[in-house]
């Protein structure tokens, strides 16, 4: 797929089954843990507040407030690569307000 910039990497995922953690191949983690969710890459971690939701898949409400946006727009960068990261692992993944 090509957009103004120029073709789109394809990207691809691997899921670590001990941790509850997503490699991206454009080099970022997600990290699942019982209270949030890490973001990792190569500026820096990020830690988003979350909440685990009852049921028998692996499901959570994420707090996207609790990202600093002092960065210049890093929330707006982070949140679609943690959406895209869930999906890959089959996860259910709700962005609250």
């Not at 941790?19 to 988003?48: H, M, P």
């Not at 898949?57 to 707006?76: F, H, N, Q, V």
């Not at 869930?86 to 993944?93: E, H, I, S």
Request: net charge positive; proline share 5%; glycine share 8%.
């Amino acid at each position: 797929m090509e957009n103004r910039l120029g073709p789109r990497p394809l990207e691809t995922f691997k899921k670590h089954w001990f941790f509850d953690r997503v490699s991206s191949s454009l080099g970022y983690t997600v990290t699942l843990r019982r209270d949030c969710v890490r973001f990792r890459d190569a500026t820096g971690e990020v830690t988003i507040d979350a909440e685990w939701t009852p049921g028998r898949r692996i499901s959570l409400l994420a707090y996207p407030s609790s990202i600093s946006d002092d960065r210049g727009g890093r929330r707006s960068e982070i949140l679609p690569k943690v959406e895209r990261a869930f999906a890959a692992a089959g996860w259910q993944l709700k962005v609250l307000d």
